[in-house]
């Protein structure tokens, strides 16, 4: 069997230009990388790894489109991310200097608890907002993402998507008035 060029995507077999694409979105990427992960070199692996899943991911599999080949990047360097955070949880090993004492050098276990809650709420907070997310309409979270995922101002968006800035402003609104709504009622009812 012969493997599918990759980015051919099974299903409309349109190609996707990965040099394009990752111009597009390398930025973006090593920006979700680098809220999880602390070091600037294991951001630039973990975003180089996801690429080359990507374009493994797409040779043997292909993709319906360049959105659905930019949020499985996005996707996959986001768990690759947090693997890489449990992994070095799990085995952190700090070296002492000499003549260190390890009693001076551990962290207030009370604030190290607290540190850790306000984490752990955020991430669950990131995790009701992206679930939310997917459940926009397209446009709206289009817009959504491009103001508050990429960074963009509303004239960078305007020139990207051909849309009106107002347009754009409406759905933004639109979009985070139904996530504010969504994870308000969850609270509500948990």
């Given at each position: 069997m012969q493997r599918p060029e990759a980015g051919t995507g099974?299903?409309?077999?349109?190609?996707i230009d990965w040099a394009?694409?990752?111009?597009l979105y390398r930025a973006l990427a090593l920006r979700i990388v680098r809220g999880l992960a602390t070091d600037a070199a294991a951001a630039e692996d973990l975003v180089q790894e996801a690429a080359r899943a990507l374009i493994e991911h797409g040779a043997e599999h292909g993709f319906e489109s360049r959105e659905h080949a930019r949020n499985w990047y996005l996707r996959c360097v986001k768990n690759l991310a947090i693997s890489g955070l449990r992994r070095s949880?799990?085995?952190r090993v700090e070296p002492?200097?000499?003549?260190?004492?390890?009693?001076?050098?551990?962290?207030?276990?009370?604030?190290a608890l607290s540190e850790w809650e306000t984490r752990a709420a955020r991430r669950e907070l990131y995790g009701d907002v992206r679930r939310e997310l997917d459940t926009l309409a397209a446009g709206e979270r289009e817009a959504v993402e491009l103001r508050y995922v990429e960074g963009l101002a509303y004239r960078e968006?305007?020139?990207?998507?051909?849309?009106?800035?107002?347009?754009?402003?409406?759905?933004?609104?639109?979009?985070?008035?139904?996530?504010?709504?969504?994870?308000?009622?969850r609270d509500v009812e948990a």
């Open positions: 099974s299903g409309t077999g349109a190609g394009e694409f990752f111009a949880g799990r085995s002492l200097g000499e003549g260190a004492d390890p009693a001076a050098s551990a962290a207030d276990p009370a604030q968006m305007a020139a990207r998507t051909g849309k009106a800035i107002s347009t754009l402003q409406a759905r933004v609104e639109a979009g985070l008035q139904k996530i504010r709504l969504a994870i308000g009622k």
